[in-house]
Nanobody, 122 residues
């Protein structure tokens, strides 16, 4: 059974930082590109960042470029999202997901975590 378990969310002041983690099990981690998405109340789930299987290629939504960094540790079956200079509009539930193709499209992702809440106070 595939499991993706996010952690690291919480409450932070605007301008602060958080590091999200997503631990994967039940799949061959190196076979999957990994992505982070987020969903704020009454909004659609949106792509945040993606990283290739080996970690050589990273991709970001324009809204987070220069502030967020995605990385992965294949030895630990874990993907990370370092979030700096957080803004109130970054507040959302953050989800990690696994895909066979590196993509920003939700329907390309086969497996999803349960999400972790990020709250940013102004």
């Amino acid at each position: 059974q595939v499991q993706l378990v996010e952690s690291g969310g919480g409450l932070v002041q605007a301008g602060g930082s958080l590091r999200l983690s997503c631990a994967a099990s039940g799949l061959t981690f190196i076979d999957y590109h990994m992505g982070w998405f987020r969903q704020a109340p009454v909004k659609d789930r949106e792509y945040v960042a993606g990283i290739s299987r080996g970690g050589a290629v990273a991709d970001y939504a324009d809204s987070v470029k220069g502030r967020f960094t995605i990385s992965r540790d294949n030895a630990k079956n874990t993907v990370y999202l370092q979030m700096n200079s957080l803004k109130p509009e970054d507040a959302a539930v953050y989800y990690c997901a696994a895909a066979r193709r590196l993509s920003g499209r939700l329907n390309e992702y086969d497996y999803w975590g349960q999400g972790t809440q990020v709250t940013v106070s102004s």
